[in-house]
């Protein structure tokens, strides 16, 4: 998705590139993320739905917020 949009602004990534900055980048932007406090007059709601993996049951948590974006998926 991070191709397809910087694509549509004229600027060309290839899939590598992006994956090695997820990698390098991806778990520090998460952690502050989480740790900004909400503002005010926001919402969220969290989905949960069980999926089967190699046969194991497995909780799949999803945070949307109000405008459908979502903040966070846990396994």
């Known amino acids: 998705m991070v191709e397809e949009m910087l694509a549509a602004r004229g600027t ?3 899939h590598e590139t992006v994956r090695r ?3 390098k980048f991806g778990r520090e932007f998460a952690n502050r ?6 503002r005010s007059g926001d919402w969220w709601h969290l989905e ?3 999926i089967t993996i190699a046969r194991k049951k497995r909780w ?4 949307v917020d109000q405008g459908g974006f979502v ?5």
């Not at 799949?60 to 945070?63: S, T």
């Not at 903040?71 to 396994?75: E, F, N, P, V, Y």
């Open 60 to 63: 799949l948590w999803g945070a």
């Open 71 to 75: 903040l966070d998926i846990l396994l």
């Open 12 to 14: 060309e990534v290839r």
């Open 48 to 50: 949960g739905v069980v």
């Open 33 to 38: 993320i989480r740790q900004r406090p909400p």
């Open 21 to 23: 900055r997820t990698e």
